[in-house]
């Protein structure tokens, strides 16, 4: 590896609330780390930009650095320079790579924040070593992504993988989206949430230590709150996380129909919860799987690298894009350059060795013995 690509890059993470950025080195470990809260829901581009700005400035002045990823939660164009739309910011077609890009002058990549994690899980964390994955990161709603023969599958516009609303129960509850029945109205973080506070507030005996534990205020009820009480074997908790579980795993087959992985990674808030969680998806994902039985079936296990899996991702397709970027300007240089030289040279006749690399870019071509034999440059003087 040049030394050059052994320099650190940095990843930031936009959520609604606060902006978390870190710097990355190539194997993923993140070498120091920075945050700021945003918490106005309202705020401008502007305001995200400084908050980018600043936090790479801070950084920048103690890592050399070579490029910034950004994941951001929201659409990314298919060309990953524009948020189209950020249901938690004031982003309508926000053309964020190149305005980043002008105030800090580093190269940018822009992506989905769920991209951004899927990423990272396959090259660092629990997706090393398979070639399709599909993640599944259970939030307020259900985000997700797709790799498939080891590449980042974005879509024509660069909006797929929004699973949380593939249609599960037609009629069922209303999503944010408009439409009714959508997964993430299941299986999501908001939907443990909503179902613990519907028991209490209907004065479910079942959930006496839940309304204990939130004395008896159904808003105080919280997901962690949920998982708490699941890990300490409550069985209203534990049933809530089943039922989720439950509806995972229905998703999970209707996704393994259309995709077929070999892994499905779990992410976000309620999978820290682990197996209280994942078995009953599992159990639902094998009955449900179309051609059970007669199919290998995708493993389903928990994201490893947690919060940090959107940075550690975005840091690294930061790298990625760069390497990209020079192995085409080289492409450009041996076919614009190089390749046309070379067929002049042997048009006249000129007979012509392979030689050293022009910086790193390419074989340049040259007329045989150029720089051992003064003959042929005095012939041309
Ligand atoms: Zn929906």
Not at 34 to 39: F, I, Q
Not at 90 to 105: C, H, K, M, S, T
Not at 292 to 301: C, D, N, S
Not at 363 to 378: D, K, L, V
Request: with cysteine; hydrophobic share 40%.
């Amino acid at each position: 590896m040049s030394r050059l690509a052994l320099r650190p890059t940095i990843g930031i993470d936009i959520g609604g609330t606060k902006v978390a950025a870190g710097v990355v080195d190539p194997e993923g470990t993140i070498i120091e780390r920075t945050r700021r809260e945003t918490p106005s829901k309202s705020k401008s581009p502007r305001v995200v930009e400084d908050t980018i700005a600043d936090v790479v400035a801070e950084l920048g002045a103690r890592h050399h650095v070579l490029a910034v990823g950004i994941g951001a939660a929201g659409f990314v164009d298919g060309t990953q320079s524009s948020v189209l739309f950020a249901p938690h910011l004031a982003w309508r077609n926000e053309p964020l790579r190149d305005a980043v890009q002008q105030r800090i002058g580093l190269p940018v990549v822009v992506d989905n924040d769920a991209n951004a994690a899927l990423w990272a899980e396959c090259r660092f964390g629990a997706a090393q070593g398979e070639s399709h994955v599909v993640c599944v990161n259970l939030g307020t709603g259900i985000g997700g992504g797709v790799v498939l023969d080891g590449v980042l599958h974005r879509g024509r516009f660069g909006v797929a993988g929004e699973f949380g609303h593939m249609i599960v129960v037609p009629g069922g509850h209303r999503c944010e989206c408009g439409n009714r029945g959508c997964w993430e109205q299941y299986a999501s973080g908001n939907v443990l949430v909503r179902e613990a506070r519907e028991l209490v507030a209907n004065g479910s005996p079942v959930a006496y230590r839940i309304a204990e534990t939130c004395e008896g205020d159904p808003s105080r009820i919280t997901g962690p709150m949920i998982s708490e009480l699941a890990a300490q074997g409550d069985p209203a908790a534990l049933e809530l996380l089943e039922d989720i579980g439950h509806w995972l795993g229905v998703g999970l087959a209707n996704l393994a129909a259309a995709f077929d992985p070999g892994l499905f990674v779990i992410g976000g808030g309620v999978s820290d919860v682990g197996d209280l969680l994942l078995d009953p998806a599992r159990t639902t994902f094998r009955r449900t799987l179309t051609g059970r039985g007669f199919r290998p079936e995708a493993k389903v296990v928990r994201a490893a690298l947690g919060n940090d899996a959107g940075l550690i991702g975005a840091a690294d397709l930061a790298r990625r894009e760069r390497a990209r970027r020079r192995r085409d300007r080289a492409k450009l240089v041996t076919t614009r350059l190089l390749l046309p030289r070379r067929r002049e040279l042997i048009a006249n006749g000129t007979p012509i060795r392979r030689s050293r690399r022009v910086s790193g870019t390419g074989t340049a071509i040259e007329p045989a013995g150029r720089r051992t034999n003064s003959a042929w440059r005095r012939q041309y003087e």
